[in-house]
């Protein structure tokens, strides 16, 4: 029975060089091999035995070292680069492969035999077992193994995942009376405490494993073996409570050497398991998943592999593809796919043992007095091509490695899926493949599976290189016509043609830039695919194509869609959009002229209505041509797209207003033609409106007309010869006030009733009629219609108007005489005002200072305001003739001149007489003033000073009327220069006293 712990793959001395003397003992056992540098001068140099080459293979090769121990080996183990010898002597000899020079030899216990070892897979920490049951700890680094409690160790599961070996490592251990117990390893054996029996007398636990689950450090996976069954167990957060519930899978017969192997890529998650029982190798897959405790973790696809030998094999190594089977006299890989044996070798000694090192992927096997290397290189070479035989095609692809492979995985899946008449996946599949392009096509036309087909293009598609525009116009364009057929085809069996739709414009809009668009637009075009047309059209922006298409096929709606596309997809988003609108607009709107309405009032904004006039008298020449055949009551749709442009568009273009002014002479009631003349905002030409009112019979209409034109007697006098006509006669009369004519409009209303109410007196000879005029309109009294009456009136028909008339004169009477008694006691309390202000007074101090210019106040004649502002007469004048317009600034230059000529009248006669001295040296005519009366013009002006005086004081009563109403700082002239610049802009571009100039520091 093998008592070691082997596990996978190459030669553990290639990476390394030994050296050392030939003496045995503290010195190296390898000594003799000398120094090695490189894998092909070591193997030379250790000797490889010779080897038949027939068990040769490129995977699998087998290096033996030529070494001769001085003790019978008995044990070995590999971990993490550390190779373990125990010899029948007792001693064990520990190597670190990269570092060779520091070989180990150790003697555990004297005259006691090693029957089984147990290394971490770190290779720190080292359990031996002795004959006598007795257990031994052998730390790295040290030389002096500690004999721990535990007796009679079978097997001995290590944690594989720990961050840091030397701070210990948690451990299971399974005994020889079939127990199981948990530890932790750290100089010595710590908290040991058992955690499952089997209850079976005589059942040895051969082999553990514990692994925890991804993710989830409280939930442990563990798995043991004995000679005839396979326990599993699930569960935590404890490894008690998790071999609490055990699962057994028992296989008949009892082998006492059962092992159990576990395999994981790169020291992951472990993926697979194999157990070496006594019918043969029980092996499947390990899935970990949300399994409860009880639940297994074992896949659906454990199988059992019979040996190839009679015996079952004395040790097994689990690698990724194969079994590694050691027997006493050769040694097998048996593929784990196809189940047989693919190499084998031969040895002339008997062999004992496997070891494997999982985490270097290292194998070692041993006979008493050799050493071998199994070395197993890329033993997924030729895997590709086995999971090819078993059609798991997508394994095969994961391990090709060429494209010479991958061509010839995806050739045979199609041919596998076509075979089985899965033609949608066999079609995929030859797409990827270099099979001939018409050979597949045959293939699939040749069975009628045009669908197929349809896909196998498809996919092809994206084999091709960009420089293929022959190859990519050829498919898409047969890839347009088989997609247009299947859309036929589905049409006609009325079956739903959603999802190919979808797949269609998904094509077109992936391949228009391969599709040649002419060839394209006439296969949608013959097929009369109108939405995809209309959806392939938008993608390469063929609209004009489109449109002229439909029209020419009496699609108008079909057109019209092409124009009002959605917004970012359709034509109204650029220039060439309202071209094609205006040249097509008439067509439609000649034959549906609803719908092109609608679509004109959407996009009113963004079209120029000046140019849908054509479409609009199209329209209307038209529906004069069917005049008497359509419906009565049928809307004119060029009326109501026009009335919508003038009243919700505010449109004021002339000949938009005046062509609806000729759609509503032409084809309207007066009653629509006169609102839109009533209406506000219209801007139609009044003479052209009143012609074609006459030319049309539309007489109330002239009235309005001749209304517009302010007209308002002629208007009058057209409405009275209308029949009923005085009613819409009173409304003219009552224009002038609604449009606003202040005094003019009481006398021409009055003037216009006059006139109704002559033409009712004179024409109609109603005389009662006429006196309700006075209720009508205020204006009238009846003395004013009274000249209309005939000579021999009877004053009966209208005494109660004159009674009424006299009336309202008594009343105005009364009205007078009260007003004058109040303006009479308004004058009084005006006198005594003026006396009371005649004696108020204010105190103005010496050293008050004009506010505009900052002098003493009294130094010339000034001005004093309420709120006691006070300014110079002159400084005032200067100040507001910047708020005074043009005739108000003239006004106050001429008093001024006024006033100074009637003050000093002899230097005005001086200043006149130097002005016509200049005058008639110019050479114009001048009067001569006669200076020999002087003195008596001296006395004149004397007399006259008095009536100067008064002058001066009136003038100078204006002046303060314009300059001095209020005070200029407190009224409203302050506020409204509010926006004004504190410096006048002219002053300040020629001043420069904030002029910036540039300083130099240099």
Request: proline residues 5%; glycine residues 4%.
């Amino acid at each position: 029975m093998n008592p070691f712990e082997p596990s996978i793959n190459s030669n553990p001395f290639a990476t390394s060089e030994w050296a050392g003397s030939s003496a045995f003992g503290n010195a190296n056992p390898f000594g003799q091999l000398g120094v090695v540098p490189t894998r092909d001068s070591f193997d030379v140099a250790r000797g490889l035995s010779a080897l038949d080459n027939k068990e040769e293979s490129e995977t699998f090769s087998v290096s033996e070292v030529r070494y001769k121990p001085p003790s019978p080996i008995i044990g070995l183990v590999s971990n993490n680069n550390i190779l373990v010898f125990a010899l029948e002597n007792g001693h064990i000899i520990r190597l670190n492969l990269l570092e060779p020079a520091g070989l180990e030899d150790v003697e555990i216990v004297r005259g006691q035999t090693i029957v089984k070892m147990f290394l971490d897979p770190s290779g720190t920490h080292l359990l031996l077992v002795v004959n006598n049951e007795d257990t031994y700890y052998l730390p790295q680094n040290q030389r002096r193994p500690q004999k721990l409690k535990v007796r009679g160790v079978e097997s001995v599961a290590f944690q594989r995942e720990v961050q840091n070996p030397s701070q210990g490592v948690q451990i299971l251990v399974g005994t020889n009376t079939g127990q199981v117990y948990e530890g932790f390893l750290r100089d010595g054996l710590q908290r040991y405490r058992p955690v499952f029996n089997i209850n079976t007398e005589g059942m040895n636990i051969t082999s553990l494993v514990f692994e925890h689950f991804p993710g989830d450090e409280t939930k442990f996976f563990t798995m043991a073996v004995t000679p005839d069954r396979i326990i599993q167990f699930v569960g935590g957060p404890s490894l008690d409570l998790a071999l609490s519930h055990p699962i057994y899978r028992v296989l008949p017969g009892s082998l006492p050497h059962s092992q159990l192997r576990v395999f994981s890529v790169r020291g992951g998650l472990l993926t697979s398991f194999a157990w070496l029982a006594k019918p043969g190798i029980f092996h499947g897959s390990l899935v970990f998943g949300s399994q409860n405790p009880g639940d297994t973790v074992m896949s659906s696809d454990t199988d059992l592999l019979p040996y190839p030998e009679k015996n079952p094999a004395r040790s097994m190594v689990l690698t990724e593809f194969y079994f590694i089977l050691l027997y006493p006299n050769k040694i097998q890989a048996i593929s784990r796919l196809t189940k047989e044996v693919e190499w084998e070798k031969n040895f002339d000694t008997t062999l004992v043992s496997l070891a494997h090192d999982p985490v270097h992927n290292l194998i070692f096997f041993f006979s008493n007095n050799k050493v071998f290397e199994l070395s197993v290189v890329d033993e997924d070479k030729n895997v590709w091509e086995k999971y090819l035989q078993m059609n798991k095609f997508e394994e095969a692809l994961q391990y090709a490695k060429t494209a010479a492979q991958k061509d010839q995985i995806w050739s045979k899946r199609a041919e596998y899926y076509f075979s089985s008449s899965k033609w949608e996946l066999a079609a995929k599949c030859y797409a990827k493949s270099k099979k001939s392009f018409e050979e597949i096509c045959l293939k699939f036309i040749t069975v009628g599976q045009h669908d197929p087909l349809r896909t196998f293009l498809r996919s092809k598609l994206d084999g091709l290189h960009k420089r293929d525009a022959t190859q990519y116009t050829l498919i898409c364009t047969w890839l347009v016509q088989m997609y247009l057929n299947k859309l036929h085809e589905l049409s006609r069996a009325r079956q739903d043609t959603v999802h190919l739709s979808e797949e269609f414009q998904q094509f077109l809009e992936e391949f228009k830039d391969k599709l040649d668009s002419k060839t394209t637009f006439n296969l949608l075009a013959s097929h009369g695919d109108l939405d995809h047309l209309f959806f392939y059209s938008r993608l390469t922006k063929q609209h004009e194509s489109l449109i002229f298409y439909n029209l020419s096929h009496h699609h108008y709606q079909e057109a019209l869609a092409v124009l009002d596309s959605p917004k970012g997809e359709g034509m109204l988003q650029e220039g060439i959009d309202l071209d094609l609108l205006e040249k097509h607009c008439p067509t439609l709107m000649e034959n549906i002229p609803l719908q092109t309405v609608n679509f004109l009032i959407k996009h009113a904004g963004e079209i120029e209505p000046k140019k849908m006039l054509p479409a609009v008298m199209r329209y209307e020449a038209k529906v004069a041509s069917k005049r008497g055949k359509g419906p009565a009551n049928e809307e004119h749709q060029g009326i109501r797209y026009l009335q919508f442009l003038v009243a919700e568009k505010k449109n004021k273009d002339l000949s938009i207003h005046n062509y609806l002014l000729y759609l509503y002479a032409k084809h309207c009631d007066e009653g629509p033609l006169i609102n839109f003349l009533k209406q506000k905002g219209t801007m139609f030409d009044l003479q052209y409106a009143l012609r074609l009112c006459n030319d049309y019979d539309k007489q109330q209409a002239c009235v309005w007309i001749y209304s517009k034109m302010e007209m308002y007697e002629e208007a009058i006098e057209q409405a009275l010869q209308q029949p009923n006509g005085l009613e819409l006669a009173k409304a003219i009369a009552d224009t002038p006030l609604e449009n606003d004519l202040g005094k003019q409009s009481t006398e021409l209303r009055k003037k216009l009733w006059l006139q109704i109410a002559r033409h009712v007196v004179e024409k109609e000879k109603q005389i009662q009629k006429a006196t309700a005029f006075l209720k009508d309109c205020r204006l009238l009294k009846i003395e004013d219609i009274l000249p209309f009456f005939p000579d021999f009136t009877l004053i009966d028909d209208f005494k109660e108007e004159i009674c009424t008339s006299i009336k309202s004169y008594n009343k105005d009477l009364e009205d007078l005489q009260k007003e004058m008694v109040d303006a009479t006691e308004s004058a009084e309390m005006i006198r005594e005002d003026i006396k009371r202000d005649r004696d108020n007074y204010t105190i103005i101090t010496v050293g008050q200072k004009c506010k505009l210019c900052g002098y003493p106040l009294l130094s010339q004649s000034c001005y004093l305001f309420p709120c006691h502002h006070a300014f110079h007469s002159h400084c005032l004048q200067e100040e507001m003739k910047k708020y005074l317009d043009h005739r108000q600034k003239a006004e106050l230059t001429r008093l001024q001149e006024k006033i100074e000529e009637l003050e000093n009248p002899q230097a005005a006669a001086e200043k006149k007489a130097a002005a016509s001295s200049m005058l008639g040296g110019m050479g114009l005519p001048l009067e001569i003033p006669f200076f020999g009366d002087v003195e008596a013009d001296v006395s004149a002006n004397a007399r006259d000073a008095p009536l100067r005086f008064d002058q001066v004081q009136e003038l100078k009563e204006k002046i303060d009327s314009l300059i001095a109403n209020e005070c200029f700082l407190c009224n409203k002239i302050m506020i409204d220069s509010v926006d004004l610049p504190f410096v006048d802009p002219e002053k300040f571009a020629s001043n420069n006293t904030w002029k910036v100039t540039p300083v130099s520091f240099s």
